[in-house]
């Protein structure tokens, strides 16, 4: 059975920082692209990050690149986003995604982030 676990969300101010984590199991974690997105109220859900299985390239969208950092951990099936300088525009329900091309694409539960003074 495929599960992917995020926690770490919470409340924070304005230019804090948050981790979260995205426990997975029920799939081979170091062949699967982990990606993460959020949704914002309102607004469609967005790709923020990524990093591939081999050699763990990463990728950011324009709105969190140099602030947030995705990072992997093959022994440990989980993968986490370090978010810094966090804006109001930050706030909304955090999802980790597995995937790999020709076939798997698994998504987490979600987790909020409430960016707020």
């Known amino acids: 059975q495929v599960q992917l676990v995020e926690s770490g969300g919470g409340l924070v101010q304005p230019g804090g920082s948050l981790r979260l984590s995205c426990a997975t199991s029920?799939?081979?974690?170091?062949?699967?692209?982990m990606r993460w997105y959020r949704q914002a109220p309102g607004k469609e859900r967005e790709w923020i990050a990524r990093i591939v299985s081999s050699p763990g390239s990463t990728y950011y969208a324009d709105s969190v690149k140099g602030r947030f950092t995705i990072s992997r951990d093959n022994g440990k099936n989980t993968v986490y986003l370090q978010m810094n300088s966090l804006k109001a525009d930050d706030t909304a329900v955090y999802y980790c995604n597995a995937w790999r091309p020709g076939g798997g694409d698994y998504w987490g539960q979600g987790t909020q982030v409430t960016v707020s003074s």
């Open positions: 029920g799939f081979t974690f170091s062949s699967y692209w």
